[in-house]
T-cell receptor, first 112, second 115 residues
Framework: QQQVKQSPQSLIVQKGGISIINCAYE??????FPWYQQFPGKGPALLIA?????SEKKEGRFTISFNKSAKQFSLHIMDSQPGDSATYFC???????????FGTGTRLQVFP | EPEVTQTPSHQVTQMGQEVILRCVPI?????FYWYRQILGQKVEFLVS????????KSEIFDDQFSVERPDGSNFTLKIRSTKLEDSAMYFC?????????????FGDGTRLSIL
């Protein structure tokens, strides 16, 4: 019940295209859903996060869509750029414990 | 922008030896975490630390592991007797005090290689 499932494992997108990464969770006690971006040799960096009281959050080219009833959330990267090539992790946490439960990661490659 | 710093960036240790991984969290942060990432796998929670004590620990964090905040700036993870399966990237994270679910800021990690 603590798992967060993430797909796809890898994604290849052409420059200017839309990248979509999906995550699903089981524990309804999760109330915070961040996405982290990780470049090789670096630690995860917070990209964008959402709480279950909203269905969508947008920051620049990055949008999280959240479906509470389906227990799913997704990251959309609009106008994908080669500089977006990285590994993306979704995560979830419960308010009180605060530890992050990470998905398995998606390696995104954006080709010019 | 303030950041979490970790040293060393790469540590090579013989199996059975003790290893200490060091972290300097962001200065006004009061919650500290260690995570690990085995090569090609997901990031896994090890332990959280607040007010000079462990808040929560995972099943991975057994008696061979310990954490300490020896002074006002450092946060350390000690593995007493390393095993081959301890080889991984170890990430320190911190967040500021306040409501839960403040963003956790991660360091760039220490790559631990056990021979």
């Amino acid at each position: 019940q603590q798992q967060v499932k993430q797909s796809p494992q890898s994604l290849i997108v052409q420059k200017g295209g839309i990248s979509i990464i999906n995550c699903a969770y089981e524990n309804t006690a999760f109330d915070y859903f961040p996405w982290y971006q990780q470049f090789p040799g670096k630690g995860p960096a917070l990209l964008i996060a959402i709480r279950p009281d909203v269905s969508e959050k947008k920051e620049g080219r990055f949008t999280i869509s959240f479906n509470k009833s389906a227990k799913q959330f997704s990251l959309h990267i609009m106008d994908s750029q080669p500089g977006d090539s990285a590994t993306y992790f979704c995560a979830a946490s419960r308010g009180n414990t605060d530890k992050l439960i990470f998905g398995t990661g998606t390696r995104l490659q954006v080709f010019p | 922008e303030p950041e979490v710093t970790q040293t060393p960036s790469h540590q090579v240790t013989q199996m059975g030896q003790e290893v200490i991984l060091r972290c300097v969290p962001i200065s006004n942060h009061l919650y500290f975490y260690w995570y690990r990432q085995i090569l090609g796998q997901k990031v896994e929670f090890l332990v959280s630390f607040y007010n000079n004590e462990i808040s929560e620990k995972s099943e991975i964090f057994d008696d061979q592991f310990s954490v300490e905040r020896p002074d006002g700036s450092n946060f350390t993870l000690k593995i007493r007797s390393t095993k081959l399966e301890d080889s991984a990237m170890y990430f320190c994270a911190s967040r500021e005090m306040g409501i839960a679910n403040q963003p956790q800021h991660f360091g760039d990690g220490t790559r631990l290689s056990i021979l």
